[in-house]
């Protein structure tokens, strides 16, 4: 008889804690495949570090096939599901296609950047959702801040020193806090002639910094926020954004070159496109999360809406807390679906949270009892060592040099402004040249009904503005390579599903439908900015402190 075959897609916190978990469990008594664009999984909330140079960019990735025995890796993207045949579709980093045939599915492929219908916010942001966005933006911000040193202009290097990070969640408050700190060192190293120093300013429509956290917690990063010298505004948003900075909405103008987009993030739109009940982009799930009439089906993380059995009536919310859990308990119940094992309900309290401010700075609250200052930063990274399911002695040697030694602040231009778009399905990959091009269906699914969604954060644009066409070539000294490559490069965002899906719902793209967006130097009917600014909110939210 031929041993069951498990299907994962991604290898999220979700998807690559069940595939350790079922790989323990059925002890090669069945057939486990990853499907993944990358062969590592990222952890997440230490990623706002490697922007600010002080981890590597190895330091936060966990090889997948070096870690998960007995699992067989697929590098590619799902395209779609044949719920009916029981195959997953697949494109792989070089273009070829294939199927996965199961007999259970684990559906973990996460979330991706939360956009709004701002004008501009698609053409001049970017997200912080993956490795290759935090590559550009520590590269960015380093040459922001030489170009502005070799200034001769004020104005030019105020704006160059200016730097906007929009949502002040987990991530946004993290980059900011770590950017501050990051550019300062800069400047000491290479002051600026006018004597201006960096200016970081983060805002968010909420009436405080980490709105979903206790307000002690708040209250501590707002005052280290603030004493750092980040410009904290709560109750503004960007309204308008623009080659040559933003337009607040409280009618101000801020010249910048950066803006760093961290509003949070929503399903992967992979979900969507099985057209079984959902809730707010999320695959409904049962509290052992199987989906309901589908009892080969499975999902978990962000793209699953799971029953919070502490708070009937809801559903437990996208963070990386519950995702890792999650993953546990879906691998014990595919297991259990098989005969091995007994199935259990995912249940989990929360018992604190952890937030990194950068240098010796931080906000804790394990088992309720809130921190800050050295206390809370010896607590957060405890944490993060213990969490991480790989490279905790390399991470701690790089904080150790942090703590004694300069940091390196160099460009090494590996990722450049057009290869890490916001308006991407796969912010996990950096875009390249020649790859298959799928822009034209990914600019039909980037309208619209994704940002309905813009209503839940109150965001003041109602309307979505076409971007602005290309009028002028991008700046040389800005992009070096501006009209060196050859072809423009395809977009990474999911093809159209072939079998078990129609095309990505209206929600699964970016406001402003720039999907097909090429390198500098190339002519486009949008025109990114120069050097485009770089953009965060991965799910950023740590997990908690220890199990319930």
């Not at 330091?59 to 890796?73: F, I, M, Y």
């Not at 950017?179 to 983060?202: A, E, N």
């Not at 040249?433 to 309208?447: H, L």
């Not at 490559?485 to 079998?499: L, Q, Y």
Request: proline letters at 10%; hydrophobic letters at 35%.
């Amino acid at each position: 008889m031929s041993r069951p075959r498990i299907v994962i897609v991604g290898a999220g916190f979700a998807g690559y804690r069940a595939a350790r978990t079922l790989s323990r469990i059925t002890r090669r008594n069945a057939d486990i495949t990853l499907l993944n664009p990358t062969d590592y999984f990222l952890y997440l909330p230490l990623l706002p570090q490697v922007a600010a140079g002080i981890l590597e960019p190895r330091r936060v990735t966990v090889s997948l096939s070096g870690t998960l025995r007995h699992v067989r890796l697929v590098l590619g993207e799902a395209d779609g599901i044949d719920l009916d045949g029981n195959t997953v579709h697949y494109t792989g980093p070089e273009g070829d296609v294939g199927t996965l045939p199961y007999d259970r599915l684990i559906l973990a492929a996460g979330s991706v950047n939360k956009l709004l219908p701002i004008p501009g916010v698609a053409e001049h942001a970017h997200g912080f959702r993956g490795l290759p966005e935090a590559l550009y933006l520590r590269d960015h911000v380093t040459r922001q801040v030489e170009l502005a040193a070799g200034a001769d202009d004020p104005k030019s290097c105020a704006a160059r020193c200016t730097f906007v990070v929009v949502g002040a969640g987990y991530t946004g408050t993290e980059v900011a806090a770590q950017g501050q700190l990051f550019t300062d060192s800069q400047v000491r190293k290479h002051p600026l002639r006018t004597g201006m120093r960096p200016r970081w300013l983060l805002l968010d429509i909420a009436d405080r910094v980490l709105p979903e956290m206790d307000e002690r917690l708040s209250r501590t990063a707002d005052r280290v926020l603030r004493q750092r010298g980040v410009d904290v505004r709560m109750g503004t948003s960007v309204k308008e954004a623009t080659h040559n900075g933003v337009v607040l909405s409280d009618g101000s103008f801020v010249d910048t070159r950066t803006l760093v987009w961290c509003v949070g993030v929503r399903p992967d739109p992979l979900a969507e496109s099985l057209e079984l009940p959902m809730e707010k982009g999320r695959l409904l799930v049962d509290p052992h999360l199987q989906v309901p009439g589908r009892p080969e089906l499975f999902a978990a993380g962000d793209a699953a809406a799971v029953p919070d059995l502490e708070k009937p009536g809801e559903y437990t919310p996208m963070t990386a807390q519950h995702a890792w859990r999650q993953g546990r308990t879906v691998g014990q119940n595919v297991a259990a679906s098989l005969g091995m094992g007994e199935r259990r309900a995912y249940r989990h309290r929360d018992l604190g949270f952890v937030v990194d401010l950068g240098g010796v700075k931080a906000a804790a609250n394990p088992l309720g009892i809130p921190l800050s200052g050295v206390a809370a930063g010896a607590v957060t990274r405890g944490y993060h060592l213990a969490a991480m399911p790989g490279n905790r002695v390399r991470v701690a040697a790089d904080w150790l040099l942090d703590a004694v030694l300069p940091r390196q602040a160099v460009q090494l231009g590996l990722v450049r402004s057009w290869s890490v778009p916001l308006d991407t399905a796969s912010p996990e990959l950096a875009r390249v040249p020649g790859r298959p091009d799928a822009g034209a269906q990914d600019k039909k699914s980037n309208t619209g009904a994704q940002d309905k969604k813009g209503e839940e954060r109150g965001d003041p644009a109602e309307k979505r503005a076409d971007g602005p066409e290309a009028t002028e070539p991008p700046d040389p000294v800005q992009d070096p390579d501006a009209g060196k490559h050859p072809e423009p490069p395809g977009p990474v965002k999911r093809r159209n599903s072939r079998a078990g899906g129609s095309e990505p719902s209206p929600g699964a793209g970016t406001a402003t439908g720039t999907g097909g967006r090429p390198p500098p130097g190339t002519p486009a009917v949008h025109k990114p900015h120069p050097d485009a600014p770089i953009a965060p909110e991965p799910r950023s939210q740590h997990p908690p402190k220890g199990d319930s």
